[in-house]
């Protein structure tokens, strides 16, 4: 049976297509060895919750029901609330987080509640993998 693992990113701010292509790229990357779950499963066209609040209680079941959280922290001046939020969610349900990219590298809360950090999305499948 194949882990899962939920990736995280910032949304809020970034376009549709950006937000989407890094997922894309690991999916791309991981899916011979895990399930990948993301923010954006089944609504990639366009927003299909009609509050956010369901789109929030989805991400924090798929966090719970992963092995592991893998960040994107490459995208610098984004708003990282929710982000910072699933990796302090994950990191309290002992699910092992990576982050890659270093847009970040100097926040005390994403350092403290992650386990490893690579310099990209590569390097961090390749762990994986």
Not at 33 to 40: E, G, I, Q
Not at 70 to 82: A, F, K, P, R
Request: with cysteine; proline share 3%.
């Amino acid at each position: 049976m194949k882990k899962k693992i939920f990736l995280s990113g910032p949304i809020r701010g970034i376009p549709r297509e950006e937000s989407l292509a890094w997922r894309r790229q690991v999916i791309g990357l991981l899916e011979q060895n895990f399930d990948v779950l993301h923010a954006f499963r089944g609504r990639e066209e366009k927003e299909t919750f009609t509050d956010p609040r369901a789109a929030v209680a989805r991400d924090l079941s798929d966090i719970k029901n992963a092995d592991i959280l893998l960040v994107n922290d490459t995208i610098e001046d984004c708003s990282m609330i929710g982000t910072s939020m699933e990796v302090f969610f994950a990191f309290q349900q002992n699910k092992p987080v990576i982050i890659f990219g270093n847009a970040h590298n100097k926040d005390y809360w994403l350092n403290y509640h992650s386990h490893l950090r690579t310099k990209d999305l590569v390097e961090a499948c390749d762990v994986l993998n």
